[in-house]
C-alpha cells in the first residue's frame, strides 16, 4: 500500500515571502496579521505560520 503524504494544511513566512515577492521579514508581519485576525475570531493559531484557505481567501488566490 503506498503511503500517501499529507497535504499541506500552512504557509510558512518562506512560502508567503514567496507568492507575495516580499521579503522573509515582512512575511512575517503579514502571518502575524492575518494570525491576529483569525485569533480575534476565536480560532487556534500556529505562530509563524498561516493556514492556506485563510491566507488565499485575504488574498483573493
Known amino acids: ?3 500517501l503524504k499529507p497535504k499541506k494544511l500552512y504557509y510558512g513566512a518562506e512560502d ?3 507568492i507575495l515577492d516580499y ?3 515582512h512575511a512575517y508581519r503579514v502571518i502575524k496579521k492575518l494570525n491576529a485576525e483569525l485569533e480575534a475570531d ?3 493559531i500556529r505562530p509563524g ?3 492556506i484557505v485563510y ?5 483573493g488566490f
Open 1 to 3: 500500500m503506498p503511503v
Open 55 to 59: 491566507f488565499k481567501q485575504r488574498f
Open 16 to 18: 508567503v515571502a514567496s
Open 42 to 44: 476565536g480560532k487556534f
Open 49 to 51: 505560520k498561516v493556514p
Open 23 to 25: 521579503s522573509k521579514q
